[in-house]
């Protein structure tokens, strides 16, 4: 079965039409990048994804998605949006609270464990997102006092402590140095083994590097879908070849 | 540029120096009373006026008392829904009924006092009354429901006077707050799977300096609010634990003894003493108000 399936979603904001009909399959326990230039609708399709896109106003989504064969619309909000993590591209966890409790409180309200476990889950998502020997020490320490890199590995691991089956990646290393981003891409070859991974990107080379299936999204609209050799050795579509070749985007 | 600066500065000047001969009017107005009886001004709860000057004593504790106790009431009954509203408002509302709420606050906070203070005597005091008697008919036996005889005039009316007064100007700070809150934490809070209560708990986690401003700040109000209080609370000098017992606060004090003040020797620096400790309240409530609300600043 398929982790995502996104069947003829269309997506607007007030009168602009932003995905023009987009249909797309995504296996379980792969890296599936969704590349395409800015304003191509990436993100509001990673969104939908797990429905934040309807926090904005005037959104009209149509079309269905489903999650391993259940429609996310029928789902309990609160259970979709723990089957699906988030992960954005500011790196966004609350700064005024400690490392810690950025991934604790979480865990209590989705009653993923109790009492003394939630240490474990806390230490397990941090070792998982590669974070727990840098910040091991400083637990109860501000989040805000971490790196970049650092604070993106932290949502990283707050979103991992809910086990999700699917996390969703949004440009995760567009606000970070070539080292941490290097990190970050390492620690999802690792997760794609468990977890189904959906990641936004605008840079090809970035999606050459890490994605074993590639999408290319133009103007609200899928151009091309493939194999990650396929699309970038040998493209159907003249726009991709343009794209992974870098000569529009 | 340099001079535009020295254009500005007698203005600047202005503002700080009201403040400082204000300040330094009510110590020096002080000084008799000071001079006369020490501190016991401050510390005991005697109001003796006498043609005979070496008999008037004044001691305000009962108005001191009165105004932390009314302010503290109105702060417990305003900051949840002030929360409420704030939460109510940008959260729930349709983007398009909201200014229907907004408008109607943002009046309410800047009617003059009096009407509040009318109000009061001729509708929220006789309500009150009924249900204090009723509460102290079968609890009086809790302390903050013991005084005997309610007749409405009293600590609680003063306080859910003042609550009444400060909801919106508390409610529109914490809004602002609120609403102001980066969207990358809204998605961050939403992302994780938690209820719309849970996320609106980390979210309102975020402003907290916010809200302990709001709240100082509109403690600060209620401190300073005159008229409307002095109808209401009794103006009696009292000391109760009882919510339903009347009292003083000082401003009430000073507007309601003002008049006969100047028959007296030491009761205008008496009074001069009870604004000198309104100003104090009043200054470091409000300072402290706007340090957390500076120090705000993560990320």
């Known amino acids: ?249 | 540029m340099d001079q535009f600066k020295i254009f500005l500065l007698p203005v600047v000047g202005l503002v700080f120096g009201i403040i400082i001969l204000m300040l330094l009017v009510f110590t020096l107005n002080s000084i008799p009373i000071f001079q006369h009886e020490g501190v016991a001004i401050y510390t005991t709860n005697i109001w003796k006026a006498s043609e005979v000057s070496e008999e008037e004593f004044y001691g305000i504790l009962s108005a001191i008392y009165g105004t932390i106790y009314t302010s503290t009431i109105a702060i417990t009954i305003s900051l949840p829904i002030s929360i409420g509203l704030a939460v109510f408002v940008a959260d729930l509302m349709p983007r398009r009924l909201k200014e229907l709420l907004i408008i109607p606050t943002d009046i309410m906070a800047g009617l003059p006092t009096i009407l509040y203070g009318i109000w009061g005597v001729f509708v929220l005091v006789p309500t009150l009354a009924e249900i204090m008697k009723f509460i102290h008919g079968h609890f009086s036996f809790i302390p903050l429901f013991s005084y005997y005889n309610p007749t409405g005039f009293s600590y609680l009316s003063a306080g859910v006077l003042l609550a009444i007064m400060v909801t919106p100007f508390a409610t529109s700070l914490i809004r602002e707050a609120y609403v102001a809150i980066p969207n990358i934490y809204r998605e961050a809070v939403y992302s994780l799977g938690l209820t719309r209560f849970e996320a609106t708990k980390v979210l309102l986690s975020y402003i907290k300096p916010a809200i302990i401003a709001g709240t100082l700040l509109a403690f600060g109000r209620a401190v300073g609010e005159t008229v409307a209080v002095s109808l209401v609370i009794g103006n009696a000098f009292n000391i109760d634990a009882s919510l339903f017992a009347p009292g003083y606060t000082i401003s009430s004090l000073i507007a309601n003894q003002f008049g006969n003040a100047f028959a007296y020797k030491l009761m205008p620096s008496a009074l001069f003493s009870a604004g000198l400790a309104l100003f104090t309240i009043g200054l470091i409530v409000n300072i402290a108000g706007l340090i957390v609300l500076k120090r705000w600043g993560y990320a």
């Open chain 1, 1 to 249: 079965m398929n982790a995502v399936e996104i069947e003829g979603v269309k997506i607007s904001y007030g009168n602009l039409e932003v995905l023009k009909g987009v249909d797309l399959s995504i296996p379980e326990r792969i890296c599936f990048a969704i590349m395409g230039p800015s304003g191509c609708g990436k993100s509001t399709l990673l969104k939908a994804i797990n429905r934040l896109i309807e926090l904005n106003d005037n959104v009209k989504i149509r079309g269905e998605i489903k999650l391993f064969g259940q429609s996310i619309f029928k789902m309990d909000l609160t259970r979709l949006r723990r089957e699906v993590g988030m992960v954005f591209q500011h790196p966004n966890p609350f700064p005024h609270m400690s490392i810690y409790d950025n991934i604790a409180f979480a865990v209590k309200c989705n009653r993923i464990a109790k009492g003394k476990e939630i240490d474990k889950v806390v230490e397990w998502a941090l070792k998982k997102a590669v974070l727990w020997d840098e910040v091991k020490d400083r637990l109860k320490n501000k989040a805000n006092q971490l790196s970049g890199g650092q604070m993106q590995r932290l949502c990283i691991a707050r979103a991992l402590a809910l086990k999700p089956r699917v996390l969703l990646m949004d440009e995760p290393t567009a606000n970070l140095d070539p080292i941490a981003a290097s990190k970050i891409e390492d620690l999802i070859q690792e997760l794609k083994k468990e977890y189904t991974i959906v990641i936004v990107t605008h840079s090809p080379a970035q999606a050459a590097r890490i994605a074993d299936q590639v999408a290319f999204l133009y103007l609200g609209k899928v151009v091309e879908v493939g194999d990650v050799n396929e699309i970038f050795e040998k493209p159907k579509n003249e726009l991709t070849e343009k794209y992974v070749t870098g000569r529009i985007g």
